[in-house]
């Protein structure tokens, strides 16, 4: 027999209060499970960021030897960390030119690996050992070398002409070792600036001079846009940071696959700078960021102080240099002096 709408038993029956009070508890337990999941949560988040905000790489590998948890740095670099042994303690590696300190500790059945980047400090090492070695070399090469300079001008004039060429060659060669022996003097010794006011259309002769001798096999168009604009600055190290880097640019001429080549210097006036731009069509640049890096060179002859003491002396005025966006070339900047 069906119930009525009205009648008593058709209404939903109370729980005891036992019951209520189970379901409180209950729904008190699942508050507090969701509190701890999210703590926890927060926890490992936060334990992410440290990890992701340390200095160094970093790895915890299990007690299986699978990576647990690692950071950004050491995804970044080419090191397996599961061929590096326990016993480790803390050692140095040499990977793909970069040296990292390695340290291996074990805490709770599991590994932990840091590995700091010392790649700064060890090429500085080795640059100040190589300017100490280069320095010496310097002094004991530029008094011979003075002599058979000597002894080439004398010998060009007095042998027969169809011998001049090669004394002239001679002469160059000579001319070039002069050149490594000063700027390598000029970067382990150091400079002092003599600034005087010169007309930038100063340097073009100096330029010419030294491209006169300096030894290539191709033709080169040279362009040399530099106005009678005043500028107040240490012309003789000016004219050596301009001939270094227009040399550079003979060289990747000859080694790149062209014909002919051909290099500019083109000036301009931004404010109260003096803009210069070098540009050439050789061989395009290598290892972009080894490039004013002392004693790297990816050319076949140089011996990779031309770039750097270029910007050695740019700075010391005041300036910059840096690679041009569009093409292949340098920009650098030079302050504008007042007048005294």
């Known amino acids: 027999m069906p119930m009525k709408p009205n009648d008593p038993q058709n209404k939903p029956q109370k ?20 509190e701890v999941e999210k703590a926890t949560l927060e926890q490992r988040q936060l ?11 970093l ?15 050491a995804r970044a670099t080419r090191i397996n960390p599961l061929e590096i042994r326990p016993e480790q303690h803390e050692t ?4 793909a030119d970069s040296f990292y300190l390695l340290q291996v500790s074990r805490r709770n059945g599991k590994t932990i690996i840091t590995a700091t ?11 100040i050992a190589m300017g100490q070695m280069a320095a010496h070399l310097a002094h004991e090469i530029r008094n011979p070398i003075g002599a058979v300079a000597i002894l080439a001008s004398t010998l060009f004039d007095k042998v027969d002409i169809r011998a001049k060429a090669i004394v002239l060659e001679i002469k160059k060669s000579i001319w070039r070792v002069e050149r490594i022996v000063e700027a390598t003097l000029l970067f382990s010794k150091g400079f002092t600036l003599n600034p005087t006011r010169f007309a930038m259309s100063d340097l073009i002769a100096e330029i010419n001079g030294g491209v006169a001798n300096y030894s290539y096999s191709k033709p080169i168009e040279f362009s040399l846009n530099l106005p009678r604009e005043t500028i107040s600055a240490d012309f003789e190290l000016i004219r050596l940071a301009l001939q270094n880097m227009i040399f550079n640019a003979i060289d990747a001429i000859e080694e790149h696959e062209i014909d002919d080549g051909a290099i500019a210097i083109d000036y301009r006036k931004e404010g109260k700078t003096h803009i210069l731009e070098l540009c050439d069509n050789g061989k395009p640049f290598e290892r972009k960021e080894r490039m004013f890096e002392a004693f790297y060179t990816s050319k076949t002859k140089g011996h990779g102080l031309g770039l750097i003491l270029t910007r050695q002396i740019i700075e ?6 840096e690679l041009l966006e569009d093409k292949k070339g340098f920009l650098i900047r030079l302050p504008i002096q007042d007048k005294s």
């Open 59 to 73: 790895w915890v590998l299990n007690s299986d030897g699978g990576i647990y948890v690692s950071n950004e740095r």
């Open 117 to 127: 980047d010392n790649t700064k400090n060890k090429r500085n090492e080795r640059l």
């Open 92 to 95: 140095e590696i040499e990977i």
């Open 15 to 34: 729980y005891s209060q036992e019951t209520e009070d189970v379901i409180s508890q209950l729904a008190d337990l699942i508050r507090q499970v969701d």
């Open 47 to 57: 334990l992410q960021e440290v990890i992701e905000a340390a200095p160094t790489a």
């Open 316 to 321: 010391a005025h005041g300036g910059s240099i």
